[in-house]
């Protein structure tokens, strides 16, 4: 009879390994959590990289002048440097991004952004990631896309690519 006793939390063990394994085969890998698209965009502020003065995201992103790009980067993001070249390009074609450094200390995202160049209109710091759980961030990079009357019309999880990033603006022009 001990000896059963003894079986038990092993048994339960591998029940709890089943019931993983089954949930880990119905669930989508591609779906991702966008629970703040459709809401406007919280109501918070963050230090500027620039000078440490504190601006409200929602006048980073500027009410009334069209779509925003929201950018979640960090210098020590391997994905975000891979991505880098796309938010650069994509300034160079007019569009306006705003960006955050999430988790990460000024000098190091200042000397990220001297050596890979700076596409952002304006440059805000999460240094302890509470912006980032304001936001619903799961990971960097992340990009929001953010419509002229303040609301999140749409969000991009990892690195933007030339295509994601077109498909990305369009939902904007919707």
């Known amino acids: 009879m ?36 459709g809401k406007p965009i919280p109501e918070l502020s963050l230090p500027r990289l620039d000078d440490g003065r504190a601006l409200p995201l929602r006048a980073a992103v500027g009410q009334g002048e069209g779509p925003v790009l929201v950018n979640i980067f960090a210098s020590w993001c391997a994905p975000c440097e891979i991505e880098h070249p796309v938010l650069v390009a994509l300034k160079g074609q007019g569009v306006r991004i ?16 001297g050596r890979l160049g700076d596409p952002f209109t304006e440059r805000l710091v999460d240094r302890d990631g509470r912006a980032g759980i304001e936001l619903g961030v799961t990971g960097v990079p992340e990009t929001y896309l953010v419509g002229a009357d303040g609301v999140i019309l749409a969000k991009h999880t990892g690195p933007l690519t030339p295509e994601s990033a077109r498909a990305l603006l369009a939902k904007g022009r919707r």
């Open 98 to 113: 705003v960006g955050v450094a999430y988790k990460d200390a000024p000098e190091n995202t200042k000397a990220f952004l």
């Open 2 to 37: 001990n000896r059963w006793l003894a079986l038990l939390p092993l048994a339960a063990l591998a029940a709890l390994a089943v019931l993983f394994g089954v949930y880990s085969l119905k669930r989508d890998p591609q779906v991702q959590p966008d629970a703040l698209v």
